[in-house]
């Protein structure tokens, strides 16, 4: 497996991305970007800062309380960018900030100023501008700084639509920033398998997915990491993590690193003691045909929706045929019986979040993630999960041996001129792989 080390993109990439956003600015105009600020986790102590995914994906820069700012005037393009100051002190104290004067060359933006300037600064980069294109409602401090500087953010004009249509379309730059996230968060997944005991801590096996983000350079999770033993498997978001790992029951693990800001996003669910039973296997056999059949499906002309609809009749075949639902399959779907079992959309898009931005309706100006409307065709370039399961509750009025059970498969798929490319295959998901996998450990 090739993890050769990459991790940006080369600055022309960044460079691009804003000609693009200037070539559909209105003439006239300004365009203004704003980063992530520190977030107190406790007292003195703050988070890991993470960067806004806009402000990285035109800008390349990994400090806070900064600004961008793109203005078209009369066809001419002028960038700003607003940074904390250089200051011995504090940098002695809290780290290096690159500073104003090292802004313009290692950024390749025009003009550099400290973000103690910006109020004086913004009226003078907006003068003979008509028009000011800004996000409102993402950053707290972004609205409040521009209503002191008495913009009026009922007249701002969005620019939430341009840079999700272009955030859905993964450069090859990209695509190869998302295959290390791939095949690095399948790495993690093999090492869960490998480490997996019964009687071990669901904890404890989020420090071996960590473990092996952290080793290939990925130095955070994309998301807060699931690993679910038995009926925690049916809880969608488990993130508590603090419950022993039990034999006979299935484990959940829903992880993905975060690999130069972009996410890798993989499920898997299988046995702590290496053997599934004969219910668990069944079930899980429901799933993998469900989510087999998916990726047949999810290629260029196709849409979500269409897989959805063949995963739903895979899903209530199965179901009957175990007498988990009873009735005419038709029918059951038509009522959407299945929900109880299978209450999430088959997939999302993925990229530098892990639901990432980016219409799923024909109508592009549906990017609601949770909207039943996902008709839009796939295109190359889209990179997204494919993710069906089936949870089955302590309480449902189902067979015995299957309750408790959840079962969930997640890869992440570029769209290619060929159909699609799974950038997370590395992680066994046939019954006997795992087993075999499991039994060698
Ligand atoms: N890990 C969140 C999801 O699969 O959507
Ligand atoms: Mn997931
Ligand atoms: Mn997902």
């Known amino acids: ?23 559909q600015m209105q003439d006239n105009s300004a365009f203004i970007l704003f980063s992530e600020i520190e977030h107190r986790r406790s007292n003195d102590c703050s988070f890991p800062f993470r960067q806004d995914s806009y402000f990285w994906y ?14 078209k005037k009369q066809g001419q393009a002028h960038t700003s960018i607003f940074v904390r100051p250089s200051d011995p002190l504090l940098e002695t104290w809290n780290g290096r900030r690159l500073g104003v004067d090292n802004a313009p060359a290692k950024l390749q933006i025009d003009s550099a100023f400290s973000i103690d300037e910006f109020a004086v600064e913004l009226p003078k980069i907006l003068a003979n501008t008509t028009a000011l294109y800004h996000t409102k409602d993402l950053h707290t401090w972004a609205d409040a700084l521009l209503t002191k500087s008495t913009v009026d953010l009922e007249k701002v004009l969005s620019w939430k639509e341009m840079l999700d249509e272009m955030r859905l379309f993964k450069s090859k730059n990209e695509v190869a920033l998302m295959q290390q996230a ?6 993690a997944h093999i090492r869960a398998m490998q480490k997996m005991r019964p009687n071990r801590m669901e904890y404890e096996i989020e420090g071996e997915l960590l473990h092996e983000f952290n080793r290939f350079g990925a130095r955070a999770a994309a998301y807060n990491s699931i690993v679910a033993g038995g009926e925690n498997a049916c809880i969608l978001h488990y993130t508590e993590n603090d419950m022993p790992l039990k034999d006979g029951e299935l484990v959940l693990i829903d992880a993905g690193c975060e690999f130069a800001m972009y996410a890798g996003d993989i499920t898997r669910t ?14 899980y056999e429901i799933v993998l045909k469900a989510q087999k059949r998916a ?11 269409q897989a959805n609809d063949e995963v739903v009749r895979i899903k209530v075949e199965g179901l009957v045929k175990l007498g988990i639902l009873k009735g005419d399959v038709d029918e059951l779907i038509e009522n959407e019986a299945h929900r109880q079992f299978y209450m999430h959309g088959l997939g999302h898009w993925l990229g530098m979040d892990v639901h990432d931005v980016g219409s799923y ?17 796939l295109e190359i370039g889209m990179v997204l999960t494919v993710e069906p399961g089936l949870y ?19 890869d992440n798929l570029l769209i ?21 996998l499991m039994a060698n450990r």
């Open 270 to 283: 299988f046995p702590v003691n290496g053997k599934f039973s004969p219910a668990q296997r069944e079930i």
């Open 58 to 71: 035109l800008t390349g820069f990994n400090e806070p309380n900064s600004i961008f700012i793109l203005t």
């Open 295 to 305: 990726i047949e499906l999810l290629i260029p002309g196709n849409s979500i929706q």
């Open 392 to 410: 089955i509750s302590e309480k449902a009025d189902v067979p015995e041996q299957y309750k408790g059970i959840g079962v969930r498969i997640e």
């Open 361 to 377: 309706s024909k109508d592009q100006h549906n990017n609601n993630r949770n909207s039943k409307v996902r008709d839009r065709p």
């Open 182 to 187: 791939g095949q690095i968060s399948a790495l």
């Open 1 to 23: 497996m090739d993890l050769a080390y990459m991790a940006s993109l080369p600055q022309e990439e960044f460079i691009s991305r804003r000609v693009r956003v200037f070539e």
């Open 416 to 436: 290619t001129e060929y159909g699609n490319k799974n950038l997370t295959s590395a992680v066994p998901k046939e019954v006997e792989d795992i087993e075999k």
